[in-house]
């Protein structure tokens, strides 16, 4: 969904002692710290008054107005003037011999470096609070902090370390809610708004919608409305992956009432994702009344918007498309690359192409349809390029933060991963350049049909294989209709009928909704395609899938291809084959050895030669994969 929701960090620590003025002071940290999350104006007023009160000498009270304004800020998305509020109040802690609320600044601090994108940042701060909680342990510290480690994991896409995290983090939080502050209830609804992010992303939208529920229950209990917007919104967008859209709109709408002042950008998400949600149910005058309000508040800061102006007019350019105003989705479409190129989101110019290219076909100007494919294709492939940049500083962050708790181990899991989520978003040039080929000697030819079936096909699979390698897992029936859609292609296309395949699934796994990683068996049937069938005239494949145990689902690729050894020659002869093969099949058989410990990685992936012929020739080779449910 539209505009995804920033980290926030909450006060509750304590009050500097009083100055030689008074009493005064005390009394506007106590108010401060009670409106913080409920009122906007009287914690403006009341920071305004503690700056006058303060004395030029007095750091541990400057220090504490400095954590109380720059929780403010960030409070309400400002996050620069946050981190320079923490900065120079970093500067006069280290001047200052004792701060007794040094774990708890640094604690909210590391909130605002993610909230700007400085994950190694926070992630020495977390070894810092580590540190600073051993030497002086307080049982409400620990939950706080474990909270921003599950954030931290979070923004580094490893969600089984963040769902751990904040789990134990709601548990120790629990185990001591006689003594919760308003604070720590503001964490808990971090919690479960965190949980929400994870299974939304890991394919899970039921839980999702669960989660954000809670978060929003104990905002609404708790009177936290200083982001109770952006909970709207959250929940609101937990109901529309679910297709619930008149729940869905409930909460968009509920944004748009909300005492939440924090951003326009949430006023704006509620309208575009609203208009989403009625396009979707083909109400398109209504939705682009929605999409031109959210819009209209983008447009006042673009800077900070070219993503979500990008998002907004390539859904305009959908819903042209659909009533065939084409020259006004063309408009659209266009203006979406302008922004998105903007900040090199390659992911939405991948989509935007994708929908551009639809456009164009529809009305038969294959040429520029193709052309957009082209351009598709380029930016996939640099949306790859971005995702192993991503990729190292992602290990490098992680591999610090590890390092200390001596789980170093873990970290090859991570890489493999990441690496593996880097070659899911491409697919390999061979297949991908021949296709493409075959449908512009299909335009050429004036084969209109076909080059708009098969562009159509294309298209789709590149859809589905730029959609899937953003998630964790799938299910079953997703994984086999995208093996359909690449077999499809490359028997039609790239190997112009010369392949055959067959995909068999066991009856008792048919009625059952099973989930796996993500493209977890392209790279077994690529790896045969590319290894064992390219040169022959007839070849075939099998892909059959059955159940293994409880836990677990065998998935047996079989070829009638040259046999491994064959393989093994023309690999010495071509050494960017055995880089294909090494980069595909090894990444993913150790990242099924990290997600099924049980089988050792020899059971895990099994390589047969089929029985040889009369002449003694191999009759191609069968590859078994226990896959975990």
Known sequence: MHDKKKFSTSPSFSVASPNESGTLLPILFSECNRYLFSDFEKTKSCLAQIKEAIAPNDKANRITY????????????????????????????????????????????????MNLDKLEKAASLVAKVEQLIH?????????????????????????????????????????????????????ISLIYSGLGRIYEKTNDPEKSKEAHLKALDICEKHNLKTRLGWHYLSTGNAFAMLGQTNQAISFFKKVLTSPDVASDNVRASAFANWGHCLFNENLAQTAIGLYNKAEEIYIKNPEKNYSNLAIIHRWKGELFAQANQHTSAANHFQKALTFAKKTKNYHELANICDGASTLYAHTQQYKIAFEYQLLKAEFEEQFAEQTNLKTIRELSIKYASEKKKQEIEKLEYQAKALQLRALRAQMNPHFLFNALNSIQNFIAKNNRDEASSYLSSFAKLMRKSLDYSELESISLEKEVDFLEHYLYINKHLRFRNRLEYNIIINPVLVDEDYEIPSMIVQPYVENAIEHGLRSLNAGLITIEFDLFDEDTIRCTISDNGIGRKNAANNRTANPNLQLHQSKGTQITLDRLSMLNSKFKPQELVKIEDLTPNANGQNCGTKVTVLIPI
């Open 66 to 113: 400095l954590h109380y304004a720059a929780l403010f800020e960030n409070q309400y998305s400002n996050y620069q003037a946050a981190y320079d509020f923490f900065e120079e109040g970093r500067d006069l802690i280290e001047k200052i011999t004792i701060y007794p609320s040094e774990a708890e600044y640094y604690i909210d601090f590391l909130g605002t470096c």
């Open 135 to 187: 030497d002086a342990p307080n049982s409400l510290l620990r939950p706080k902090l474990l909270c921003r480690e599950g954030y931290l994991n979070l923004q580094l896409s490893h969600w089984p370390d963040a769902t751990r995290l904040l789990y134990e983090a709601l548990d120790l939080f629990y185990k001591n809610s006689e003594l919760l502050s308003i604070k720590d209830f503001h964490f």
